[in-house]
């Protein structure tokens, strides 16, 4: 074999070995990840958590019970959302009998040679306290789980 062949060889098996190590890692941290921490129930940010956790798992069932009464009213027929979202907390600011709760919404889409697409959106929840307890009163389009929308 030749001095070139032997360096062609060589440089092969440590691309290998890297593309190796990339995948172990993205496994391990895939793995890894935990759940985030569930906020206070009687909160604005603990019911959006709660809500938006039950429509990424197509539990639409729960995510009604999250809706404000005008809204859930008005909600003749219930879609699932489609694709995967996650949601971190940016802000929230409680005025009275209402809530605003920022958010920032990673949206995975398909998949391809080096993983999934992902894209980030600003987005808000607005809330309204009924009976003593948060509600949501519109969500992002990402989370909106009406027909024809959330209000």
Do not use: H, N
């Amino acid at each position: 074999m030749t001095e070139d062949g032997r360096r062609s060889r060589i440089l092969l098996i440590a691309l290998l070995a890297g593309v190796g190590v990339v995948i172990v890692i993205a496994v391990i941290a895939v793995l890894t990840r935990g759940t985030p921490d569930m906020l206070p129930a009687g909160t604005p940010q603990g019911v959006v958590q709660r809500y938006a956790q039950a429509v990424t798992d197509g539990d639409l069932t729960t995510a009604r019970r999250y809706l404000a009464t005008e809204t859930a009213d008005t909600c003749d027929r219930i879609d699932p959302v489609q694709g995967d979202s996650r949601v971190a907390l940016v802000a929230t600011k409680e005025t009275g009998d209402s809530a605003r709760v920022d958010v920032v919404i990673t949206t995975v889409t398909g998949s391809g040679p080096f993983g999934a697409d992902e894209y980030e959106s600003d987005g808000s929840f607005t809330l309204v306290r009924e009976g003593g307890e948060w509600l949501v009163d519109t969500a992002p389009w990402e989370f909106t789980i009406c027909a024809g929308g959330v209000r």
